[in-house]
Structures are given as C-alpha cells and as structure tokens.
C-alpha cells in the first residue's frame, strides 16, 4: 500500500498537470478571440472604407449635375452679364475639360471633395452638351463665383461661362471704361478694378510682367508664356480665366456650333427666297459654315471673325432680317 504521503504527492502532481491543461485551453481560447476580432475590426473598417468612397463618389456625382442645374438661369438672351455663386460643404476640387466628338463636342466637368482630410478621387463625369465653362483645369475651393456672357458671331450662338473660385482675387489694372463699368456691376468679391494687393492676380491692359497681360487692340491675352487670341469681350473674358488648353478646346466647339447654326440660317435664306428678303446670304453662310468647322486655333479666330461682320452688314441691310 502507498503511503499517504505518497498519496498526497501523486494527487498534487495530478492537480498541476490539469491545471495546465487548462491554462493551455483558456490562453488558445483568448488567442483565438484576439484573432477573430482583429479580422472582425478589419473587415468592419475595409467595408466602411469602401461604403465612404461610395458614397463620395455619389455626392461627387450629384453635385456636378446641381451645378449643371444652377448654371441654367445664367443662359440668357439679354446682352448684359449675369452672375451668381456656388457654396459647396466640402473642400471640392473641380476638373474642368471638354471633348470635341459628336456634332457640338460635350462639356466635362468631375468633381474630387475632401473626406478625413484627404481627397476622394472618382472616375465619375459630369457631361452637359450645351454649356460652354471656361476656367483653370482645375479649379479649388467651397465657394465658387460665375458669370456669364452672350457670345454672338455674328448672331447669336451660346453664352459662355466663367467660373473662379473664391479663393483667387483678380484685380484688373488699367482696364477700358467698358471693362471698368462691367467688373464693377458685376459686384463679385473676388474681381476687383482697385485697391490691388500683392496676393491678387493682376490683369493689365498694355501693361507687362502682370500675372495676366492683355493686348486689347490686337486681341490677344498673354498668361504663363501663352497666347490665346480673342474676339469681342466675351471671348477675352474666357481667355482670362481659362487655361489655354481648356479656352482652345471651348472655342472649337463654339465654332462647331457656329458652323451647324449657319446651315440653319442658310436654309432659312433659301425657304424665305432671295426676291423676298432682297438678297443672298447663301453663299456666304455656307462660307461661314466651313470656316468655322476648318478652325484649327484661336490663331485663326480674326479671319472667321471678318467674314461673319461682313455677313452681319449684309444682313442688316435686308428686309427681312434672318437673325
């Protein structure tokens, strides 16, 4: 028979070993926990993460169609400017370019906003057939400033659209009284015709070394070593907010627009009959129509520009007008 010491000893030894066992199991229980919720906590944050780029990129998206929706009151017929503003919540960052397919090229517009400090890049496009946007490539800021102007050569043939933001002061220097008058009606905060400062971007006319160097007489405006050449205030207002990629790119469109209207005013002549309206604008429409459609610069703009006055001078001397 074992001693009772013995006893004692082998139950001891019996009860550590089970103990053991069970430290073994509980220690695997709590790793196993651990482990489970790191991949819980990561799924949660991986699809928390993808819902907030989702929902980015919806809110991206509808905004670049509100702002189409906002610029629609801008489209006038009256000569004289219109203006409004944008506010939006977030930090937004607006790509501005445009395509040349179709019959009249589109107008695109994308949007990136700040999320958690950081900027939310989407693939989504805004794409308007009928808006004519000139601005920098990109364009930053919550609140954003627009106007417009009719665009006519020689009738009419779309308003184009300014946009700059809120955070970019242009003070114009030396402008003509027209200019002067209109920059001052216009009553944006972030266009000045006095009182310059050192921060803003200065825009001379005939003056030199300026941000922005306008040559009002022989039609051009001069930013970072580039020349975009412009007819009529309207054209050098896009010249002066735009990057000439973009300005170039809007002006090819605006003449796809003035090549197809011309067929239609061609086609007007012809219904209306030249012994009717007491001349014939045919020919020189049809000149017109493919001369605008040839353009290959703004280089070229002064040349389409004489044949349209021509055809203007024609028109008012009719009896019937066709615009």
């Known amino acids: 028979m074992l001693k009772r010491g013995q006893t004692k000893e082998f139950s001891l030894h019996s009860f550590q070993r089970k103990n053991r066992k069970g430290l073994f199991q509980a220690s695997f229980g709590w790793i196993f926990a651990i482990m489970a919720g790191i991949v819980i906590v990561f799924f949660a944050i991986y699809l928390s993460t993808k819902i907030i780029h989702t929902e980015q990129e919806t809110v991206s998206a509808k905004t670049g169609k509100e702002i189409g929706i906002l610029l629609d009151p801008l489209e006038t017929s009256f000569e004289s400017a219109q203006t409004t503003s944008i506010t939006i919540p977030a930090e937004t960052r607006m790509y501005n370019s445009c395509e040349l397919t179709g019959t009249f090229g589109r107008q695109r517009i994308r949007l990136e906003q700040k999320s958690f400090n950081k900027w939310t890049q989407t693939d989504i496009n805004a794409y308007f057939n009928n808006k004519y946007i000139f601005s920098g490539e990109v364009v930053e800021g919550k609140e954003f400033y627009i106007f417009s102007k009719p665009f006519s050569f020689p009738f009419k043939i779309a308003d184009l659209i300014y946009m700059t933001s809120s955070n970019n002061i242009y003070c114009f220097i030396d402008p003509p009284s027209s200019i002067n008058d209109e920059i001052s009606n216009l ?73 197809e209207l011309s067929l239609l005013y061609k086609d007007k002549e012809l219904f209306i009959g030249p012994e009717i309206s007491g001349s014939n604008l045919g020919i020189d429409l049809n000149e017109l129509s493919r001369m605008a459609g040839g353009l290959q610069s703004s280089e070229g703009l002064k040349i389409v520009k004489m044949k349209a006055d021509d055809i203007n001078e024609k028109n008012e001397a009719r009896r019937y007008l066709l615009w």
């Open 187 to 259: 009553n944006e905060e972030n266009l000045l015709a006095e009182n310059c400062s050192e921060d803003d971007i200065n825009v001379c006319f005939g003056g030199v070394n300026c941000d922005i160097n306008i040559n009002y007489e022989n039609g051009y405006v001069e930013k970072d070593n580039k020349k975009m050449y412009f007819e009529g205030d309207a054209l050098m207002y896009a010249a002066i907010f735009s990057d000439k990629d973009v300005y170039e790119c809007q002006l090819k469109r605006l003449m796809l627009r003035l090549k």
